[in-house]
């Protein structure tokens, strides 16, 4: 079989041809890879700076997929947690971490849509218990991510979401998929903080993909703005475009209620994401979230892996690629 192979940290995976592995045990079947999305979770993952990290080389990158099971069955899949990731043309899969598609789901979509999508999808269902009604601001909505944040609280009922990012053609589209009120983070981070504090001091949720500066300059501004400061403000750290740090004002928690907590792989448990699936699934395959995938032939990874990740789309790969893909 082909698989994309990382056998240094320091640069990125090549096409290569290896030998397919053998399932063993119950739970394992040996898939075809229909689809597997390029998440900067994966980016981290090769090159070895993930906090899930366990050094192993070589590793085959890719953290989920859409596979078909030798009974023909399609399914979603969470790769398993050793070097065997889900970047070939088949892959082990764990069937405890696979859920059923429907027959008809598109791969690409699917592939392109449930890293983003889990996301919030999972912070607001297993974080906390986000109750329609509540009122969010989504820091760096404007990536993938951000942009799948915005639609999935507006399809749990947020009454106000407040979309705060850089790019202001993609923060301009984030109005048609549900944000009320669109901020730009560009220019200088004060003024950018003041803003924030003035549009969204009366937020229940924060969803952070951010972190870093933007995080750490624009908690003071909002919870001093607070027309209640005993009404709590949860704060959830999901993705750190902006830095892995934050210098957090000792104010803060002192002088609202404030509270702060993180949402991944760990604060999460497998079974609880899991269990999200398949409503998750089903609001992807009946188009009431939207993704934006660019699809290219896992053949070509070595290409597509120099170019900058594009924010604005997934990037998908295809592994048995039909000929009228894009190509570099
Ligand atoms: N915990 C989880 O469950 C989970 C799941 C998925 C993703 N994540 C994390 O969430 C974050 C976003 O992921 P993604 O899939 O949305 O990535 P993405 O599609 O590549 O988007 C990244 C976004 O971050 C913005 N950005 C980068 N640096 C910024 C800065 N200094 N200030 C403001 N905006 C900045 C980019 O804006 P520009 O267009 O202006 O550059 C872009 O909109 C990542 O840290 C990722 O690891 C976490």
């Known amino acids: 079989m082909y698989a994309a192979v990382v056998r240094s940290f320091d640069s990125g995976p090549k096409y290569e041809k290896i030998a397919a592995p053998a399932p063993s045990g119950e739970h394992e079947a040996l898939a075809e890879v229909l689809a597997a999305g390029l998440h900067l979770r994966v980016r981290a993952q090769a090159n070895g700076s993930h906090y ?3 050094e192993e080389l070589p590793l085959i990158p890719g953290i989920d997929g859409v596979g078909r099971l030798p009974d023909g069955k399609l399914v979603y899949f969470v790769a398993t ?7 070939a043309d088949q892959t082990l899969i764990d069937l405890r971490r696979a859920v059923p598609l429907p027959a008809d789901a598109d791969p690409v979509l699917i592939a392109a849509a449930m890293n983003p999508a889990m996301s919030s999808w999972v912070t607001l269902r297993r974080r906390i218990q986000a109750k329609p009604g509540f009122k969010v601001l989504i820091l760096g909505a404007t990536g993938n991510s951000g942009q799948m944040a915005v639609q999935i609280a507006k399809l749990m009922g947020a009454s106000q979401i407040i979309a705060a990012g850089r790019n202001p053609d993609r923060l301009r589209s984030l109005t048609q998929l549900g944000a009320d009120v669109v901020l730009s983070l560009a220019g200088d981070p004060l003024t950018a903080a003041r803003s924030l504090g003035e549009a969204s001091a ?16 624009s908690m003071l501004p909002i919870l001093t703005r607070r027309s209640d400061r005993s009404r709590l403000l949860t704060w959830i750290q999901i993705g750190s475009m902006a830095g892995a740090d934050a210098a957090i004002p000792s104010a803060a928690l002192r002088s609202a209620n404030f509270q702060i907590i993180g949402s991944g792989q760990g604060s999460v448990t497998p079974a609880g994401y899991l269990a999200e699936f398949p409503a998750l699934i089903q609001a992807i395959a009946e188009g009431q979230l939207t993704a934006n995938p660019i699809v290219y032939p896992l053949s070509q990874i070595e290409q597509v892996w120099k170019t900058s990740a594009d924010s604005q789309q997934r990037i998908v790969f295809v592994p048995q690629a039909e000929t009228d893909l894009p190509s570099f």
């Open 52 to 54: 899930t990290s366990t």
């Open 81 to 87: 947690d050793n070097a065997q990731g889900s970047f």
């Open 202 to 217: 009366e937020v229940d949720i924060v969803l952070d993909y951010l972190w870093g500066e933007p995080a750490a300059l």
